[in-house]
Structures are given as C-alpha cells and as structure tokens.
C-alpha cells in the first residue's frame, strides 16, 4: 500500500494533484507542451508514472485539468483584483496586464498546436474551459460600452479578438524578443485606442498596470 503523506487518503490525494499540475506547470516552461510526457511529469512531481495514471488516463486529460485549473485561477485573480467599481478602462489593462503575465509563466502553445496535441475532442473541452476567462472580458467590454468609456462594438467577437492580439504577444515573450513590461505596454494602448479611448488615457492606463 502506498504511504499515505496527510491525514487522510482525501487530503494525500488533493497533495499529491497539487504535485502533479506543479510539475506541469515547471515541464510547460521549460519544454513545451509537444515535448512533455507523462514519464517526465511523474518524475518532476516525485510518483510513479503507474501512479500518475491512476489521477489522468492520459496527457491530454492531464493538460485539460492544469488549463482548467490556471483558467480558474486567473478569473478568481480578476474578480478578486479588478473590482466592479473600477473604471472599464482600468479593468481592461489589469486583465491584458494578468494574461501576460500568465503567458510568461505558463507559456502554453498557440490553438493550432494545441489542437494537433490533443485532438479535436479534447480540444474542443479545452475551449469549454477557457470560456469563463473569454465571458469576464465580454463582462468588461460589455460595461465600457454601456458607461460611454468604450464606442459600442460586437462584444462576444471584440473578446476573441482582444485574446488574440494578446497572445500575439506569447511568441516574443518567451523568446525574450520584448519583456513584459513593453508587452504590456503595446497591447493595452493598441486595444484601448481601438475601442476608442484617447491616447492619454489609454498610456496612463498601461503604465498604472
């Protein structure tokens, strides 16, 4: 029987997942997605890999629950940094500010390779969940348009848009080609100027962020 690590087989359980989405969350950055595989991860987060696949039947399962798991995070970080009460212009920078942010750290490979890594099925869950991060900056949008901050646009195609252009940012990032600061810089007045706030505003916001 294996040696239990906490007071109850629940708790082990909750630590030793806790190990295993750290160890691909260290294999993201310094391998890439293409090139993890459920051997290495096992090894990092210190299990057998017949352990490994008693948590996750396979590796697109395994990138499923890390996604979902920096996805909640993220939001969770939103809701709770970027209150209601703040402007929709501040909002907007401090969520462009906190995706790159999360693309540093976790630099996830673009849809396409994605797609290729784990299938269309898999894929397909993977887009269900990453919606709540696309539905909270409709949410942003959505109340920039209504208070007059934002010129009225199609919020559900903007979102996707605005997601785009920042991991667009994802590719130099990680080739150390601009910081993040610059990044940060460059997306937030781009989007900001385009859903027409005034070139002032727009810079303050992305140097407040």
Known sequence: ???ISAPTIAAHRAQVLDR????VAVLTRDQGIDEISMTD????A??????LYNYFPDKPALLLAFTEQVTADF???????LPEDASATQRLA???GFQLEAIAEHPHPAAAELGASLGPQAYQQLADHVAPMQQL????????TVSGEFESVPVGHTAKLLLALI??????????EVDLAEARTLVTEFALRALGVDRETAAAAARTT
Request: charged letters at 25%; a positive charge.
């Open 167 to 176: 991991g667009s940012q994802r590719v130099p990032l990680v080739r150390g």
């Open 137 to 144: 900056l409709a949410e942003i949008l959505h109340g920039g």
């Open 41 to 44: 991860v096992a090894a990092v």
């Open 1 to 3: 029987m294996p040696k």
């Open 20 to 23: 295993i989405l750290d160890a």
């Open 94 to 96: 401090g969520f462009i």
């Open 46 to 51: 210190g299990i057998t890999r017949t352990a």
């Open 75 to 81: 939001v969770r970080r939103c809701r709770e940094e």
